[in-house]
């Protein structure tokens, strides 16, 4: 241990969820840390935007600070572990960090996903680095081993389930018969939503998470604005209960694969077949599988969201920076680019779907229906009808269709919906396998 450092200087951004966790237990496990690291971690100052409010955990109130200049002024900072989430103004908090000369460790998937290729390069230049293990998965190791242990394969395809809030309320809502709301609400309480929970719900977490692993994985440079997004709220308590019936669990999926037209890569809800592993991963668990040429599949699973697995994220790339700066190495595995990947367009996806449509009650419709999809080379698999409205003299059904592709199913439900006998497409989810 060089003689020069007695400690590892830490600059805090953020001390909600994560923030507090990651202060709690720098403080409860000091002596342990010391003891690998070789010198204490040691918090110099805090940023936050209310000094007063009431936290889970606090360290000493006089490093709480709303002035970003005394986080970065401070000589004795090495590095910024950054908390606070959202693009602005943490993008540019970490740019100043590294700009400084100051390591970073973050969990922030929004700016990993938008500008981890530019902080990524800057941080190269000033001879520092950026570690972001936190930001996929929560406490599940995934980045580190994408960017080291699976190095020599090829990987083709990643499915996984990466948004813990969303598993967290398709969950409920499936198994308990739980609002959505209701859910949402506990999915908050318990630390796991983003600030703007639009961002969970809606796909847009799961999409800045897809694209970093889809870059880290395919060695290419993959924008969020590339991935095809659906969020969650459009799923009604008929489609769990109907796909349930039909052997199915509803979970908003990751998808990316390489495919002869590019990179196929999209975030949406899927019915996967209740005996697949990925259905079996339920609550705030999420689970990522992997799929290399020389290795085959391999699945990591484990808490995706929540103060201490959070915490545990970022500790350990906090100790993988403190234990280089101690013994001085400078240089670690990092995100290899070997060029720049297509994104095929969804249309040419090909996939079977569920559709419930609610179907006038006459002699005939059914006829109608297959024959718009059969136009579309839609087959069906499975046409079940669920329930009759008498007095609205209407009928509830489920189709279950082929492989058919996305474009086809398109142009036919665009027809669908101009027949007079169909009286509403209440939803359609792709269905999905990753076995
Ligand atoms: P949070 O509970 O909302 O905490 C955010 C913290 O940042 C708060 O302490 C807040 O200060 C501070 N902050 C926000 N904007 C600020 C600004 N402009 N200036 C100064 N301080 C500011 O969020 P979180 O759940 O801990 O999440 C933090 C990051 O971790 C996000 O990027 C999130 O995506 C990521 N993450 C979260 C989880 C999880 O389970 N929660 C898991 C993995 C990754 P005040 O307290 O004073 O308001
Ligand atoms: N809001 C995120 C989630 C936090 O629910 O998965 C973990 O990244």
Redesign the pocket.
Known sequence: VPASRHSIGIGL???????SGVARILDEKAAVYASRVGVPLVIRRV????IE?ERAFAPDRSLLT?DPEAVFGDPEIDVIVE????EH?AYAYIQRAVETGRYVVT????VMAKHGPDLLGLAQQKGVDILYE??VG?GIPVISPLKRDLLANSVSAIAAIIN?TTNYILTRMARDGMGYSEALRQAQDL??A??DPTNDVEGFDAAYKLAILASLGFHTLVHPDQVYREGITAITDRDFRYAGELGYVIKLLALARREPDGLRIRVHPALVHDEEPIAKVDGVFNAIQLEGDLLGRVLFQGRG???LP?TSAVVADLIDVAIGLVRGWRDRLNWVREGQATVAPMESLRTRYYMRLTLADQPGVLARIASVLGDHSISLASVIQKEADESAQTAEIVIMTHVATEAGLSKALAELRTLEAVVGVGNCIRVETTV
């Open positions: 951004l953020g001390l909600g969820v994560v923030g940023l936050v935007r209310d409010k709303t908390v606070m989430g959202g103004p969990a922030n998937k929004e936190a930001s929560g813990g630390g796991y983003e600030s969201a929540g103060s959070t």
